[in-house]
């Protein structure tokens, strides 16, 4: 009995480095789950597709916005909560050229043709925010809204008093929506191929009062005295509003922490 229980503990001591290597095995094949992340930061280069008004030539409708295709970059932060929905706020640069034919427009309400400098838009927008995994691919999609700074000599008014080419930047609401498809190459960082809409209603006021724009001199007919009269402009007050339309499409690179 003595001999069969060393033999057994003899077997049982063998045994054991291969019971420890066999698990150790099966762990390293076990994947690790991948953590929970609760923030990211992306950005993408998209090429932009003009739509509707935007990128109109009638100028007998006041709503033409006489912008070509261009581009339109995205840097956004997002927080995501456990189940992958959450808040996103986003800055976007916006440039569009004037199509060939509208540089030398000249639009109602100035005497100046619009020239060459196109549209350049910024954007700072918030909303509500989702990424949903599924193994190594994401699916990203937003809806947000905020507001638009716009530039553009559409804006541009004739000075009553001076009659001078008068810039103005245009302000107003503006609206996105995005859908977004990405890679996962690791832990934090990825490849997003995103689709977009990007919307606003800028407008633009000024007002002039009644200004001085000359002296006259008028001699009185009676004494044949001559004396100064000033001159006034009459009140005017500029609105314009456009329309800013778009379809985006590009590609970027998200960053998970």
């Given at each position: 009995?003595?001999?069969?229980?060393?033999?057994?503990?003899?077997?049982?001591?063998?045994?054991?480095?291969?019971?420890?290597?066999?698990?150790?095995?099966?762990?390293?094949?076990?994947?690790?789950?991948?953590?929970?992340?609760?923030?990211?930061?992306?950005?993408?280069?998209?090429?932009?597709?003009?739509?509707?008004?935007?990128?109109?030539?009638?100028?007998?409708?006041?709503?033409?916005?006489?912008?070509?295709?261009?581009?339109?970059?995205?840097?956004?932060?997002?927080?995501?909560?456990?189940?992958?929905?959450?808040?996103?706020?986003?800055?976007?640069?916006?440039?569009?050229?004037?199509?060939?034919?509208?540089?030398?427009?000249?639009?109602?309400?100035?005497?100046?043709?619009?020239?060459?400098?196109?549209?350049?838009?910024?954007?700072?927008?918030?909303?509500?925010?989702?990424?949903?995994?599924?193994?190594?691919?994401?699916?990203?999609?937003?809806?947000?809204?905020?507001?638009?700074?716009?530039?553009s000599t559409v804006f541009n008014v004739l000075s009553p008093?001076?009659?001078?080419?008068?810039?103005?930047?245009?302000?107003?609401?503006?609206?996105?929506?995005?859908?977004?498809?990405?890679?996962?190459?690791?832990?934090?960082?990825?490849?997003?191929?995103?689709?977009?809409?990007?919307?606003?209603?800028?407008?633009?006021?000024?007002?002039?009062?009644?200004?001085?724009?000359?002296?006259?001199?008028?001699?009185?007919?009676?004494?044949?005295?001559?004396?100064?009269?000033?001159?006034?402009?009459?009140?005017?007050?500029?609105?314009?509003?456009?329309?800013?339309?778009?379809?985006?499409?590009g590609i970027g690179v998200i960053y998970h922490f």
């Open positions: 009995m003595k001999i069969c229980r060393i033999i057994s503990i003899v077997l049982l001591m063998l045994l054991m480095p291969f019971s420890s290597f066999s698990q150790d095995q099966k762990n390293k094949k076990e994947k690790k789950p991948r953590e929970k992340d609760y923030f990211s930061l992306d950005f993408h280069l998209n090429y932009s597709f003009v739509l509707g008004n935007y990128g109109s030539v009638d100028k007998t409708t006041y709503k033409a916005g006489y912008a070509a295709n261009g581009w339109v970059a995205q840097l956004g932060f997002n927080w995501l909560g456990i189940n992958g929905f959450g808040l996103g706020v986003q800055y976007d640069l916006q440039r569009n050229p004037y199509q060939d034919t509208a540089s030398n427009t000249i639009p109602y309400g100035t005497k100046y043709p619009l020239g060459s400098n196109g549209w350049t838009n910024n954007y700072l927008l918030a909303g509500l925010a989702c990424i949903r995994d599924f193994g190594k691919w994401e699916l990203n999609v937003k809806a947000l809204v905020g507001f638009i700074v716009a530039q008093v001076d009659q001078s080419n008068v810039s103005m930047t245009a302000t107003g609401f503006a609206y996105s929506f995005h859908v977004g498809f990405g890679y996962r190459f690791n832990q934090h960082w990825g490849l997003n191929l995103d689709v977009n809409y990007l919307g606003a209603t800028p407008q633009a006021t000024k007002s002039y009062g009644s200004e001085i724009v000359e002296w006259k001199t008028v001699k009185d007919t009676i004494t044949g005295t001559n004396y100064n009269v000033a001159v006034y402009s009459a009140p005017v007050k500029y609105e314009i509003k456009r329309t800013v339309s778009t379809f985006n499409s």
